[in-house]
């Protein structure tokens, strides 16, 4: 057979027949040659050189896909640690901004009969770097003093910081005491890949702790360390890993902050007085849409801004939070520090099922308190009970049987009502929107009653649980008087067990 069917040396299939001699340099070493080479191709000669294989130079070539090792993570309980560099030159920058802004740029002009010009003469220029200079000089002494001044470092169970060059003070911080640690990073520091770090702490408006600014991964690498210590854990402890919960599409973020009842009620006001005026030029018409329009600024892109890319996620060491567009803001709630939870539903929004959470911290205080007291934006009602139920552990919100108020009370609302069980007291009111309040009973910080003149005529009163200052405001208004006594009898005893049944939560991971 010939062509390119016909059988070669290996016969049909690729089989070597019997008979046939091996090829040239396979099968048993002949006279003369070396030792067979492993494997296939010819045998290698006796001889060889003194430098066989020849020397490699240099360092050994790396494997394709070699990653380099990450540095080591930071150990802030071993010496001091310092700002990150790049604060130096970032605070510069601030002073000069202002600097520029309020006389720089007006060193630049020069006055005339026909208006001010522009650098028009050499002499403003020299004028205007003559006072710039040294005012930059300054600024920069400022901003190093300031990043020599600062110093940090974790000893044991404490954060310590130390302020000061000639006169040092230092500040000493149990982490047992530590409500939430947030992260971040406005708008100028991501340049610099910088991180501002607060540290929140119970005692009201002046227990914060800033640093300002550390680099990404150090304080990252700061918070797990900080969380880790403040829940009893060795401070070497990894990252607890998180389970997303709930993010926040930006349409649903939109619809949510136009589709209620005040914003649409602006926006018609807003739309019919701008037509008004440009129809019959009436220029008194801008007293109704100016007003309007930095109201729907301040309801509706304000919060957008703020909550862009809210996300939500549990993880061992509490509740993280991460939102902002220009200025991001990345939040640690640990467990137990949340002390009362708000579900809130505005009118339109409970048509279609949506809720909000707000929640009362504990350490925050003032401007902080009501910048973080949105745990949950928008979302809807049945991932808010969830987020709620994982807050306040084994507890279910609608399954608590409310009692409505008393019938000789003037209210609008008769949906209003209350009720407790062995975990949290729940308190409903609100019409047509609806609020419910919830406080577990540890968290509880006293139990009172109240009774307003009209009250007094009607034989009623009101029971307040209270929690720390915030959002969140528990009561069961209008009750009989008999009533609201065994209510607050009971509720004091519920909240004496839970507490002595909680223990100490200042190590919550123990």
């Known amino acids: 057979m010939s062509g390119p069917y016909a059988p070669g040396p290996y016969g049909p299939y690729g089989q070597r027949p019997p008979h046939a001699a091996p090829p040239p340099g396979y099968g048993p070493p002949q006279p003369g040659q070396g030792p067979p080479r492993p494997g296939y ?16 130079y240099g360092p050994p070539q790396q494997p394709y896909g070699y990653l380099p090792q990450p540095p080591p993570p930071v150990r802030f309980s071993e010496g001091t640690h310092r700002l990150h560099w790049a604060t130096i030159p970032l605070r510069a920058f601030v002073f000069m901004v202002i600097y520029f802004a309020l006389l720089g740029f007006p060193l630049l002009l020069t006055r005339t009969e026909n208006g001010a010009r522009f650098l028009d003469a050499p002499e403003v220029l020299l004028r205007f770097l ?61 340049i610099f ?15 914060e702790i800033v640093l300002r600014y550390l ?21 070497h402890t990894p990252e607890a890993p998180e389970r997303p919960l709930w993010r926040l599409s930006f349409g649903a973020l939109l619809g949510s902050l136009v589709f209620r009842l005040p914003v649409l009620a602006t926006i018609v006001l807003f739309f019919v007085s701008l037509i008004y005026m440009l129809l ?29 890319g809210f996300t939500v996620a ?23 520090r949340v002390q009362a939870i708000g579900l809130v539903e505005p009118a339109l929004w409970r ?16 401007e902080r308190q009501a910048l973080s007291s949105v745990l949950l934006p928008v979302a809807p009602r049945h991932v808010c009970l969830y987020l709620m139920s994982q807050i306040f552990p ?7 049987a409310l009692l409505p108020a008393s019938a000789k009370a003037i209210a609008l609302d008769r949906a209003d009502g209350a009720g407790t069980d062995d975990a949290i007291f729940v308190s409903r009111h609100g019409w047509p929107g609806r609020r419910t309040d919830v406080i577990a009973h540890a968290r509880a910080q006293s139990v009172r009653l109240t009774v307003n003149p009209l009250q007094r005529l009607l034989g009623l009163a009101t029971v307040h649980v209270d929690a720390p200052p915030g959002p969140v405001r528990v009561a069961a208004a209008d009750r009989d008087l008999g009533e609201a006594r065994a209510i607050v009898e009971s509720t004091a005893r519920r909240a004496r067990a839970a507490r002595r049944a909680g223990g100490e939560k200042a190590r919550w991971a123990r």
């Open 314 to 336: 549990m993880s061992p060491d509490g509740v993280r939070l991460r939102y902002g567009l220009l200025e991001t803001r990345m939040q640690t709630v640990p467990p137990g």
């Open 351 to 366: 048509a279609i099922g949506w809720a909000r959470l707000e929640v009362t911290v504990a350490g925050y205080a003032g």
């Open 215 to 235: 680099g990404r991964g150090a304080a990252q690498q700061l918070r797990a360390e900080l969380l880790a210590r403040a829940a009893g854990l060795p401070g």
């Open 280 to 308: 019959f030029r009436e220029g008194g018409m801008l007293a109704v849409a100016v007003p309007a329009l930095l109201g729907l600024i301040r309801a509706v892109f304000a919060p957008m801004v703020m909550y862009a």
């Open 41 to 56: 191709g010819p045998p290698r000669p006796t001889f060889m050189p003194p430098h066989y294989p020849p020397p490699q």
């Open 394 to 400: 084994g507890t279910n919100v609608d399954a608590v």
């Open 130 to 190: 003559v006072v710039t200079v040294p005012f930059m000089m300054v600024a920069t002494g400022a901003a190093l003093w300031g990043w020599f001044a600062v110093r940090f470092r974790v000893d044991g169970d404490d954060l310590v910081v130390e302020n000061g060059v000639l006169r040092k003070r230092a500040r000493r911080i149990p982490l047992s005491r530590v409500q939430a640690i947030d992260l971040v990073r406005p708008l100028m520091t991501r």
């Open 193 to 207: 890949a910088l991180t501002e770090v607060r540290v929140e702490l119970a005692g009201g408006e002046q227990s």
